[in-house]
């Protein structure tokens, strides 16, 4: 968790319980608006997220410069570092690459980082070993892996986490391959704390054992997801699953209707948090039409903007 948080609350859930995969705010020119993203960051804490993971996909780290994730991450720190954790997605399919980022990285003193598994090239698991040993070496920052084949190509099969979960620095994982089977035998045969990496199955895997979410949806219900945490830890899962359910418009808004990014910054923009929706090609920003469906669905999860 975030630099407050207890020893205990650490050894648990390594970078917080309730975290946001956080847009990069542009300006309607397309540069970066470090404003608007220290502003977006305080108003996610301020509702109830313990963490940010800044430069992710969601974050659009794929168009960003890597002097403009390092601008971010200085901006952020500054506004939220002293209330929540701050990670730098630095996973690139270039294991030097990625290491050049979590080395920046640790310079601009974030509390940790998120590594993709290397997307397009699709290695071997023996090459994701190596790939994830190299950069978890790089840094003295504890590191959480994010397995996501349905965009990278590859999954990070349970043998190699079994595995990787043996360095001292690999401590979490982002799942978001959506095998709960392979999940439950991760739980059981490792010390890794699993965060829910989409959605729609934030509870399941909460239930299951997770000890929390890296959220896109929370950029509009960071208080929900908190509540539905607690829902969770106190066993009431039927005001868990309440929640979860009250929220399926909201998750259909922001995930489902376009790519999630889009429509996270289309919400907040609603909600006068970002001057600008824009994004930088090959996305392109939310229509009049989407916009519309947008009010719609949040009014209908209760999420007004």
Same mark, same amino acid.
Request: proline share 6%.
């Given at each position: ?8 609350? +650490?050894?648990?859930? %390594? ?16 540069? @970066? ?20 993971? !800044? ?72 090459? @994701? ?21 349905? +965009?990278?190509?590859? %999954? ?47 509870? *399941? ?23 539905? !945490? ?15 359910? +009250? ?16 429509? *996270? ?5 609603? +909600?006068?948090?970002? %001057? ?5 090609? %090959?996305? !392109? ?8 469906? @947008? ?11």
């Amino acid at each position: 968790m975030g630099p407050s948080s207890t020893p205990d609350d +650490r050894a648990r859930a %390594p970078f917080g319980r309730n975290l946001i995969a956080m847009v990069t705010p542009f300006t309607p020119a397309g540069d @970066l608006d470090l404003d608007a993203a220290q502003r977006v960051a305080s108003h996610l804490v301020d509702a109830g997220a313990d963490g940010v993971v !800044i430069s992710g996909t969601t974050g659009e780290s794929p168009t960003t410069t890597d002097a403009e994730k390092e601008a971010l991450l200085h901006a952020v720190l500054e506004a939220v570092g002293d209330r929540a954790t701050v990670m730098a997605g630095t996973g690139t399919n270039d294991t030097k690459h990625a290491i050049e980022l979590s080395q920046q990285a640790e310079k601009a003193g974030v509390h940790g980082l998120l590594v993709v598994t290397p997307y397009y090239n699709k290695p071997p698991q023996a090459g @994701l070993l190596a790939h994830f040993r190299a950069v978890a070496d790089s840094t003295g920052l504890p590191v959480m892996l994010y397995d996501i084949p349905g +965009r990278t190509g590859t %999954p990070i099969a349970t043998d190699t986490l079994v595995r990787l979960a043996e360095h001292g620095r690999i401590v979490a994982l982002k799942e978001a391959k959506g095998d709960m089977a392979a999940t439950t035998e991760v739980l059981a045969r490792t010390d890794l704390a699993i965060y829910s990496g989409a959605d729609e199955w934030n509870l *399941a895997l909460l239930a299951m054992g997770g000890v929390g979410v890296v959220s896109v949806v929370g950029h509009v219900a960071a208080a929900e997801y908190a509540a539905m !945490i607690r829902a969770v830890d106190a066993g009431d899962l039927a005001a868990a699953r309440e929640i979860d359910r +009250r929220l399926i418009p909201a998750y259909q808004a922001i995930m489902t209707r376009t790519q999630g990014a889009i429509m *996270a910054k289309a919400a907040l923009e609603l +909600r006068g948090l970002v %001057p600008s929706r824009a994004v930088r090609l %090959p996305l !392109i920003p939310a229509t009049e039409d989407q916009i519309r469906q @947008l009010r719609t669905d949040l009014q209908e999860a209760g999420l007004a903007p």
